[in-house]
């Protein structure tokens, strides 16, 4: 039966997969954003736009639509108030990050939608996570449940999620979704925190393998997220659910090793222990993409149950899949990541402002750079 679906953002990664799966399966699709977005990444599939910002105490970010054409001033995107009258079968909500926004879109559409749909995050757990954690497992709390940053090294991120989970929740009691997922991977990824791999073993070489081939690690592709994101609208289904993959946490070694077979070059993977990369100032989180050593507050990191989310369909293509994906895509995405630096560019001298201090688009945006990779590789064979 055909769905009508609101998407609370739907422009930057998950959201134009889960508009692709969900037009292809005969739905009809209404996206509310404040357009921004659009102007440098367009949807390729038309839907209903709607223009605005959801934070109920700020207008629209300017006086122009995503095509850049002055809005007149009775016409102006406002906000959140451009939804009363409307309805739908069920809400997405990808672009949730602080409680007030939530609870704002969340009661407003309480009567006007059967489901509230909230993507929320698998960092909504309190560390440390246990080693095979489900839904039920400790949540993280907020010191001040007021706080609307992140902090200074995101220790808030897990913290608003559950908040949000819980407006949601309170606006649609028994009919919310929650979607935990971790890591989430693929084409249009802007982070490069998986494509790192795939395209740094591209460039061939000696390439730094951190930690063991035996280590654990779980993803989510963006498509397998986004089909079953709309699995969940057609069934109905309510409930929390932890968005990790594959059925069981995948090995390190057999990620990279996709990686050197996509290639087909002179790629070399070097394994250093992270005890050692540890001693040289490169064992914290965020390190190197993806990867971090299961050990300590981090054993249980890749170690999700998925049970309840495979129970509900959620089914996971091959690594292989996935590489091939991002290889395919990620020069494209570099063309499209010049192209917006120099028009940002250009338009900054058009207006006599300073050019913008961006940074270069052409490197990975995760990741340790070449030089620092190395600089490791020399020391760790020196050692």
């Known amino acids: ?66 095509e850049g054409k002055l809005v007149r001033p009775d016409a102006r995107p406002k906000g959140l108030e451009q939804l009363v009258g409307r309805s739908w079968d069920v809400v997405i909500d990808n672009s949730g990050y602080f409680p007030r926004h939530v609870a704002a879109s969340a009661q407003l559409l309480a009567n006007h939608a059967e489901r509230y ?4 995050s698998i960092s909504a757990y309190a560390d440390p996570p246990p080693q095979g954690g489900d839904e039920t497992a400790k949540l993280a709390e907020l010191a001040d449940p007021k706080v609307e940053t992140m902090g200074a090294e995101g220790e808030h991120y897990g913290g608003l999620k559950v908040a949000c989970e819980r407006a949601a929740e309170a606006a649609f009691p028994g009919r919310t979704v929650i979607v935990r997922p971790g890591f989430i991977v693929g084409p249009g990824d802007p982070t490069d925190r998986f494509s790192y791999w795939p395209v740094r073993i591209e460039q061939g070489g000696e390439v730094l ?82 990867w971090i050593a299961p050990v300590d507050k981090f054993a249980g990191f890749h170690r999700w149950s998925n049970d309840r989310a495979e129970a509900a369909g959620l089914k996971f293509r091959p690594i292989s899949d996935t590489v091939t994906a ?56 020196a050692r």
């Open 117 to 120: 749909i909230f993507i929320s």
């Open 326 to 381: 991002i290889r395919e895509w990620h020069p494209r995405e570099l063309e499209r990541r010049v192209r917006v630096t120099r028009e940002l560019q250009e338009a900054a001298q058009a207006k006599g402002a300073p050019p913008p201090k961006l940074a270069d688009p052409t490197a990975l945006r995760a990741g340790p750079t070449r030089e620092r990779e190395q600089e490791l590789l020399a020391k760790w064979k």
């Open 1 to 66: 039966m055909k769905k009508r679906i609101l998407i609370l953002g739907g422009t930057g990664f998950l959201g134009p997969k889960t508009i692709a799966a969900a037009v292809a399966r005969g739905h009809e699709i209404t996206i509310f954003n404040r357009g921004k977005r659009e102007k440098s990444l367009p949807l390729e599939i038309e839907v209903e736009h709607l223009y605005g910002n959801r934070d109920p105490e700020l207008p629209a970010d300017d006086d122009k639509d995503p």
């Open 209 to 290: 393998a951190p930690g063991s081939p035996d280590d654990p690690v779980q993803w989510i592709d963006v498509r397998d997220l986004a089909e079953w994101l709309v699995m969940l609208v057609e069934a109905g289904t309510t409930g929390t659910f932890n968005a990790v993959g594959p059925p069981k946490p995948g090995r390190w070694g057999d990620v990279l090793g996709a990686c050197v077979t996509a290639s087909a070059n002179d790629a070399k993977l070097e394994w250093v222990p992270a005890t050692w990369l540890s001693q040289h100032g490169m064992g914290a989180e965020n390190a190197f993409p993806i």
